[in-house]
């Protein structure tokens, strides 16, 4: 997934934020992120340039997360954090920056690349629960475990 910057004063923002987003996938890096999650609304804006901004805002703070809107920044997540909507903002801005169309030859992949990527994200969705995963996917928990053993295989391969 994303590798996400967190530029966050409160350290239990932080903290929730960055399990929140590592239980989707995303990578947290202190530099060269993708995206950048903050809290003080002034750097916020000075950063929207560079990449997409998410910025953290108390319900007092809306009106100054409205107006860095109005300079450059994506949006903002509401505190306290609601239910889902931290990786939603940040599945949003991150394709804000995709363009609205991959018509080069790179973007295709493979049908068997396709059903790897899609069962690995069942999978983390499932939280690595593979008999249930197994059921999103209406296999059998066999033939999902030879599916996850071949794409382990052909990855190391390709290693």
Not at 30 to 51: F, I, K, M, N, Y
Not at 83 to 100: C, D, H, N, Q, T
Not at 116 to 142: E, P
Request: charge should be positive; aromatic fraction near 4%.
């Amino acid at each position: 997934m994303a590798r996400i910057e967190l530029d966050l004063s409160d350290r239990i923002h932080s903290m929730t934020l960055k399990v929140m987003l590592e239980a989707e996938g995303h990578r947290i890096v202190s530099q060269d992120g993708e995206l950048l999650v903050t809290d003080p609304v002034p750097r916020a804006a000075e950063r929207a340039g560079e990449l997409p901004v998410l910025v953290l805002a108390t319900a007092s703070q809306v009106d100054a997360a409205v107006q860095a809107m109005r300079r450059g920044v994506f949006g903002y997540i509401f505190l306290p954090f609601q239910p889902g909507e931290a990786p939603l903002m940040v599945r949003r801005a991150l394709e804000s920056k995709r363009p609205a169309r991959q018509e080069d030859e790179e973007a295709l992949i493979s049908l068997d690349e396709a059903e790897s990527r899609h069962i690995l994200l069942t999978l983390r969705a499932c939280k690595n629960n593979q008999a249930k995963a197994a059921r999103v996917l209406g296999v059998g928990r066999n033939t999902l475990w030879r599916k996850l053993k071949r794409i382990e295989q052909s990855r190391t391969a390709k290693e």
